[in-house]
């Protein structure tokens, strides 16, 4: 795919973050729109400024990507009402911190039920679509954490390592078969989001990093780098080129090579550094 004009793209998560920029990037691409977001103030919103971006059309739809029904549904709907679709952009996700031994099974179950299982759902409902298009892409948005396993971080490693799993499977196979779909794994660094306020944080990682859990959503927060309109950018550039991997940020670079240099040995350095924070605090 190598422009966006006329074509029609879903977006899960569009109400803000990189959802909300790459629905007004390819605004100004020509590409008509279906944004989607449980947030209906934040969605209204990114339709308001889609609009102002460009002159095309746009659906808007309040959706909860944990629900295999609804994201069916809504696959259909945003056929019924564009004509087709080409690309799903499976964005929405949320955080958590906590210890593995603290995390309860309830909160691994939210945070799979929508990081996990929302681009399993968002990937299969929109499948048959794509191929209807005859020009097709599905870009699963995983993150660094899907590169390197982090302290506090479990849950949400767990399903950000399932998404890049996941979506370099569904390439290879698209691959092997030759069709006219294709799929990248998107890896963001630190971007600019309410990703970090929004996040569940359990009281044992207080113990890992000497912090108070408002201390570190703070110190969190200084480690976002990026803004959402570089990612929009920069994950729009890989379709363009077919990449397999998108990585966004020089800190996602960073990891990258750190992992693949030390792909055992970054555990003990990530360790000695978080025993020093420990100290710190």
């Not at 422009?3 to 008509?32: E, H, M, P, Q, Y």
């Amino acid at each position: 795919m190598k422009n966006f004009k006329d074509k029609v793209a879903a977006i899960t998560g569009a109400g803000s973050g990189i959802g909300r920029a790459l629905a007004i990037d390819l605004a100004g691409r020509g590409c008509n729109l279906a944004v989607s977001d449980v947030n209906l103030e934040g969605l209204a919103e990114t339709v308001r400024l889609a609009q102002e971006a460009g002159r095309v059309t746009i659906t808007s739809q309040k959706l909860d990507v944990a629900n295999r029904q609804d994201v069916h549904a809504w696959a259909d709907k945003v056929v019924a009402d564009h004509g087709s679709v080409n690309l799903i952009f499976n964005n929405a996700g949320v955080a958590h911190g906590s210890t593995i031994e603290a995390a309860s099974y309830e909160d691994f179950e939210w945070i799979m039920g929508i990081n996990f299982w929302g681009v399993v759902h968002g990937t299969k409902a929109f499948l048959p679509h794509l191929r209807a298009s005859g020009d097709g892409h599905v870009i699963n948005i995983s993150s660094v954490f899907g590169i390197i396993g982090v302290p506090t971080q479990g849950t949400y490693n767990a399903t950000k390592f399932a998404v890049r799993g996941f979506t370099e499977a569904l390439r290879q196979e698209l691959d092997i078969e030759g069709a006219r779909i294709s799929a990248t794994s998107v890896h963001p660094g630190g971007i600019k989001t309410n990703i970090a306020n929004a996040a569940r944080f359990d009281k044992s990682t207080e113990a890992i990093t000497g912090q108070s859990q408002e201390k570190s959503k703070k110190n969190f927060e200084k480690l976002f780098r990026t803004t959402p309109e570089q990612a929009a950018h920069t994950i729009l550039k890989g379709v363009e080129k077919n990449a397999r991997r998108v990585l966004i940020g020089s800190d996602a670079y960073a990891i990258d090579a750190m992992q693949r240099l030390l792909p055992s040995a970054y555990q003990a350095i990530l360790g000695g550094l978080a025993k020093r924070q420990q100290r710190k605090g």
